[in-house]
């Protein structure tokens, strides 16, 4: 009981020590950066793929800059194709503010040329990554498709899942609107 109470008498006067220190001082925490992962709350892990004009792109390279849709998909995939229009109407609507969509092509029974001739039938106006040799699909491990990630501007994983939210352009305009001093570089 003795320690009980000397314990309750220690934690008074250390409140009452804080309590006269100046504002902001008694409640800052240490900031945690989150770690690179594939997981909401995570720093997206880079993806670095060329385009099916062997353009390059990097989703580190928009940390700061952009929100990014980044889409894994297949040709013959039925949900997939019937997000583009989505995807499209967004891109749309939200590029000219920064909003970037990689549509990653999963390399299982396609060929670049068979993969241009559906984006071109279905009007896709963002850029397709090849993932030729399947790492970005190994690293993100994704074993359904479609799988969608939304990452701020600050590089972190805002949503993930195997189809876009019902609030999707409400959650995209709204990550635009988030300002990012500096966007967390991962441990």
Do not use: H
Not at 34 to 46: E, F, L, M, Q, R
């Amino acid at each position: 009981m003795a320690k009980c109470t000397a314990l309750v008498v220690a934690l008074a006067g250390v409140v009452a020590l804080l309590a006269g220190a100046p504002q902001g001082l008694a409640q800052r925490k240490p900031g945690i950066e989150p770690s690179i992962g594939i997981k909401v709350g995570n720093i997206a892990a880079d993806i670095a793929l060329k385009d099916l004009n062997d353009k390059p792109f990097s989703l580190k390279d928009q940390r700061g800059r952009a929100v990014v849709q980044v889409v894994f998909w297949a040709t013959w995939c039925v949900p997939c194709l019937q997000e583009i229009p989505t995807l499209r109407n967004a891109y749309d609507k939200f590029r000219d503010r920064g909003f970037e969509i990689y549509g990653v092509v999963i390399n299982m029974n396609q060929d670049p040329k068979m993969v241009r001739t559906i984006a071109g039938e279905m009007r896709v106006n963002y850029p397709i990554l090849w993932d030729e040799k399947d790492a970005a699909r190994a690293r993100y491990r994704v074993d359904s498709i479609p799988q969608n990630f939304l990452v701020g501007k600050d590089g972190v994983i805002r949503y993930t899942g195997i189809e876009l939210p019902g609030d999707y352009e409400a959650l995209v305009d709204s990550l635009l609107n988030e300002k990012v001093a500096t966007p967390p570089t991962g441990r």
